[in-house]
């Protein structure tokens, strides 16, 4: 039985991850070694992993997709901090609401909310 994922972004510089996951995405440090940090909260959250052949709309998959309380500030969030939006914030037809943006290591996440 799986009882955890975990995702792995490759990276020279751990510290690219501090304003995006951690200052606006609220992650906290759970693991530091060094040469691996990772982030997270205490959040019970469902084991899933997505396989598609395009991320919904016809647009790009998504690296990673991640779920928030308030999508909308997220949105403000990371276009006040200068992170490159590629798909605008939209209501989809299959109840969330989302915007994809690029983090510092060039992965496409896909910030949601449901309705």
Do not use: C
């Not at 205490?42 to 998504?62: C, H, Y």
């Amino acid at each position: 039985m799986v009882k955890r994922i975990v995702a792995n972004i490759k990276t020279d510089d751990l510290s690219m991850a501090n304003q995006f996951y951690q200052d606006i995405l609220e992650l906290d440090v759970l693991m530091n070694h060094g040469w691996i940090k990772t982030l997270g909260n205490n959040e019970e959250a469902k084991i899933q992993i997505s396989f598609a052949e395009q991320g919904g709309n016809d647009t790009e998959v998504p690296d990673l997709s991640i779920e928030v309380d308030n999508v909308d500030e997220m949105y403000d969030k990371m276009k006040l901090a200068g992170f490159e939006i590629t798909y605008e914030i939209t209501n989809e037809d299959w109840g969330v609401r989302r915007f994809f943006v690029k983090d510092p290591f060039g992965k496409l996440i896909n910030i949601l909310s449901h309705q």
